[in-house]
T-cell receptor, first 114, second 114 residues
Framework: AQSVTQLDSQVPVFEEAPVELRCNYSSSVSVYLFWYVQYPNQGLQLLLKYLSGSTLVKGINGFEAEFNKSQTSFHLRKPSVHISDTAEYFCAVILNNAGNMLTFGGGTRLMVKP | DTAVSQTPKYLVTQMGNDKSIKCEQNLGHDTMYWYKQDSKKFLKIMFSYNNKELIINETVPNRFSPKSPDKAHLNLHINSLELGDSAVYFC?????????????FGPGTRLLVL
């Protein structure tokens, strides 16, 4: 069985501060990893994904994430957040033997304060 | 020119009723999905269709029946609605049913069962 854990349900941070949203997964097979963002009352939008190759992945809106196989983590980072980054962030995985089924973590609410 | 659209956006109905949610994508994608997001923001896949054929059917009550009249549409019909069906339902699509494919999400349908 696989699972995705987002350790922090809420992360408050001041504007222009750096932020890291944590994501760990458990799987005995290789995975593909994704981060999605959900703005209030909207659908999910892909921020970035790791499929293979370089473990540091850059996405939209200045976000990046690093795949760490030994720690089974895929933490999302941004060096300087804006008020507009306030949203719910979801980490998700697809097992390479599980078709195209996305399994999501519980989400982390990023709250950027002025 | 919305890529993935859902109707209605909001749906309030009584227990025991039957309702449908419609989804359309104009991206030319072959694969479509339905996800359920509960009140705690937990997202879980319900169904996946590829070229009008069911390829994923997670543990979902048989009161939920997806219907794909063509590959641009995947509607969700729910019979005998229950209080626990209250949730946000997201439709998504991807170009093919590949694991590396980005899934594009609709804006969601907020269902409230009274």
């Amino acid at each position: 069985a696989q699972s995705v854990t987002q350790l922090d349900s809420q992360v408050p941070v001041f504007e222009e501060a750096p932020v890291e949203l944590r994501c760990n997964y458990s799987s005995s097979v290789s995975v593909y990893l994704f981060w999605y963002v959900q703005y209030p009352n909207q659908g999910l939008q892909l921020l970035l994904k790791y499929l293979s190759g370089s473990t540091l992945v850059k996405g939209i809106n200045g976000f990046e994430a690093e795949f760490n196989k030994s720690q089974t983590s895929f933490h999302l980072r941004k060096p300087s957040v804006h008020i507009s980054d306030t949203a719910e962030y979801f980490c998700a995985v697809i097992l390479n033997n599980a078709g195209n089924m996305l399994t999501f973590g519980g989400g982390t609410r990023l709250m950027v304060k002025p | 020119d919305t890529a993935v659209s859902q109707t209605p956006k909001y749906l309030v109905t009584q227990m025991g009723n039957d309702k449908s949610i419609k989804c359309e994508q104009n991206l030319g994608h072959d694969t479509m999905y339905w996800y359920k997001q509960d009140s705690k923001k937990f997202l879980k896949i319900m169904f996946s269709y590829n070229n009008k054929e069911l390829i994923i059917n997670e543990t979902v009550p048989n009161r939920f029946s997806p219907k794909s009249p063509d590959k641009a549409h995947l509607n969700l019909h729910i019979n005998s609605l229950e209080l626990g069906d209250s949730a946000v339902y997201f439709c998504a699509s991807s170009q093919v049913a590949g694991q590396q494919e980005t899934q594009y999400f609709g804006p969601g349908t907020r269902l409230l069962v009274l």
